[in-house]
């Protein structure tokens, strides 16, 4: 019987030749992944469970990587940080990146295929919506509750439906105006935010082997914005080349069968497409930029695991080189590696950094920042009846702070044109 | 488990996302400290525009103003119900003001695992669009054998979707009672 990549990455995890979709199957998992909103609870659920003492099933596959709230003053979020030190000391666990100290990483799935945790074939699971984006790499991530997770921790394990694929397929070159976000809030506004929901998104074609991982990972991000169990693209030579450059562990390379079954096939020219935003409050509210230009902002954000990548800020770097922004723009590193990078990565002789504080950017410490909000004092925080143009993934009322505040989910390019005239702007006008 | 589920309906719209059920600046509380999960209860659904909450009439807030439980236990959506981020803190805010049941056109993956594989409440699906004939406040009673859901005040009966594959976790009470009972946990 022929296979989707998805299966035959989850038949490997339950020691099968072949998985059939809509069955449920017991998982090994390679690695569990958590972060500090849902690491403590995590842990108290398995001392709950398998009883204080009990120690988890492999220390080296647990990686815990704090990024949600980490510079701000609330008093329970520190504590977080403190419970997760705490057990992950108790556990011994040498894959946690501890805050304050030169461990720290930053946003977990970004740090994640930094350290050479994403290895093609693999399953990963972990306690953020967002664990997809790694489905990049050629492998399984999914997104799943503190419950699973604890289960996870003691016996490395978990069941999972074998999920059906859809796939997207996107043919010719990649305009310079586009970036991966343009193509998925593209599909976004196709499928729906239930559109995916419990199969995986499969995304090949020219346009899509033809980007760098870290705009492949937004593509595999936003799966879950469609609902999807995991966003997956095969292995290529950009992708061997990078995990190589990460680790030397061993890894396993699947593909598709060419008579494997799916759900649906969708083909985009990626030379014929547009600029596109989010409108509030919905991540499938898709509008063109033409049809929305002259919206007036009073933000601009360019940040997340989303948007928050060296590859992001290249793109925003172009634009907003000797130019200068009109309206607050905050700069947010995803992690610490792409925070350095933006120092020493050069754009028409200047650095990254140089270009966004020319323009008059405000660059923030890596983390997740305002991209869910979080505590009052987070940098970018949206507030009243802010309007704001931003690189994140979420614009549900109130994903960045107030209520009343109005999100445009955009591409890097878009955002930066949008900041230079406080309006929502067409990056052709720059470029 | 018990074999009925009554109480009062809320009724709510399609897309109601993780950040609606419980606000991110609220996940910073302790999920297990008694004092502190009480607030869970106290901001369950409050992320939702207040035109929105408690259908058909809307500003109907989920839980009243000084109160950290809810007057109603079952709650009605339209499609994709639990949306967004992973947070388990949201079908356990949900637990904590006191919902059974949640009946759905359709859910998020996540959610609906949280739901189960947690033990918090039951995610019931529906083909039919209740949240178009239930109101807020009328009285409903869930036939777990049977799978359906009858509304007491306007006397109609309609199907539930059967559970299914995860009916043996939601009947044992959540995944570690299941894997337990079935000898899952000892193999680590
Ligand atoms: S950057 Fe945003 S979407 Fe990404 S992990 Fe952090 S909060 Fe989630």
Redesign the pocket.
């Given at each position: 019987m022929e296979q989707t990549i998805t299966q035959k990455i989850l038949a490997r995890a339950a020691n099968r030749k072949f998985v059939n979709t809509g069955e449920n199957v017991w998982l090994n998992v390679d690695v569990l992944l958590t972060h500090d909103v849902c690491g403590p609870p995590t842990f108290d659920i398995f001392n709950q469970e398998f009883g204080e003492g009990a120690r988890v099933w492999d220390p080296e596959k647990v990686v815990v990587l704090p990024?949600?709230y980490i510079f701000t003053a609330n008093e329970h979020a520190h504590r977080n940080i403190d419970l997760l030190r705490k057990f992950a000391k108790e556990q011994n666990l040498p894959n946690y990146y501890d805050v304050g100290t030169d461990r720290y990483r930053g946003?977990?799935?970004v740090a994640l295929a930094e350290e050479g945790f994403n290895l093609p074939g693999t399953v990963l699971f972990g306690t953020?919506s967002?664990t997809c984006t790694s489905g990049a790499f050629g492998m399984f991530g999914s997104g799943i509750g503190n419950t699973d997770a604890a289960f996870i921790l003691g016996t490395g394990k978990l069941w999972e439906k074998v999920p059906e694929s859809m796939l997207f397929t996107f043919d010719g070159e990649m305009p310079e105006y586009l970036s991966a976000k343009d193509l998925i809030l593209q599909i976004l506004g196709d499928i729906g935010t239930d559109g995916a929901t419990y199969r995986a998104m499969e995304f090949n074609g020219e346009a899509i082997h033809s980007l760098p991982m870290e705009e492949r990972m937004t593509l595999t991000n936003m799966a879950i914005e469609g609902g999807g169990m995991n966003g997956i693209i095969a292995v290529d030579e950009i992708t061997e080349a990078f995990v190589k450059s990460k680790t030397s562990k061993p890894y396993e390379i699947f593909t598709s069968d060419p008579g494997a079954a799916y759900f649906s096939k969708t083909r985009y020219n990626a030379s014929e497409m547009e600029p596109v935003v989010a409108k509030p409050h919905s991540p499938d509210n898709r509008a063109t930029v033409q049809s929305m230009k002259g919206t007036k902002i009073t933000k601009s954000y360019i940040?997340?695991?989303?948007g928050?990548k060296l590859a992001d800020f290249k793109l925003a770097a172009k634009i907003l080189s000797g130019q200068r922004v009109s309206v607050p723009t905050n700069i947010v590193p995803?992690t610490v590696k792409v925070a350095r990078d933006l120092e020493t990565e050069l754009y028409n002789g200047k650095s990254l950094k140089s270009i966004f504080e020319d323009a008059g950017c405000s660059i923030a410490l890596p983390s997740?920042a305002a991209?869910?909000g979080g505590p009052t004092d987070t940098v970018g925080r949206s507030v009243d009846r802010d309007v704001v143009v931003s690189t994140?993934?979420?614009n549900f009322p109130g994903r960045m702070g107030s209520k009343q505040a109005e999100v445009y989910l955009a591409s890097p390019l878009t955002a930066a044109a949008s900041a230079i005239t406080g309006k929502l702007t067409d990056p052709r006008n720059y470029l | 488990m018990e074999s009925i589920i009554q109480g009062k309906a809320f009724v709510l719209g399609r897309n109601i996302d993780t950040d609606q059920i419980i606000p991110a600046e609220h996940l910073v509380y302790s999920l297990s400290d008694p004092e502190e999960v009480k607030l869970y209860g106290k901001f369950a659904l409050s992320g939702v525009p207040l035109a929105q909450s408690g259908l058909p009439a809307g500003n109907i807030p989920f839980v009243q103003e000084g109160s950290f439980a809810s007057d109603y236990t079952i709650i009605i959506a339209g499609q994709n119900f639990g949306c967004g981020?992973s947070r388990e803190h949201a079908p356990f805010a949900l637990q904590v003001a006191g919902v059974k049941a949640i009946i759905a056109e359709s859910y998020a993956r996540i959610f609906y695992r949280n739901c189960v594989d947690g033990g918090f409440v039951i995610p019931y699906e529906t083909a039919i669009q209740l949240a178009e004939t239930v109101k807020t406040g009328d009285e409903l009673k869930i036939d777990i054998k049977a799978n359906t859901v009858e509304n007491l005040t306007s006397g109609e009966t309609y199907q539930l979707n059967a559970l299914g594959d995860v009916f043996n976790i939601v009947e044992a009470g959540g995944i570690f009672a299941y894997a337990r009972k079935e000898n899952l946990m000892a193999q680590s």
């Open positions: 990024d949600h946003v977990c799935h953020d967002h940040g997340s695991c989303t928050g995803a997740c991209c869910l994140t993934n979420r | 981020s």
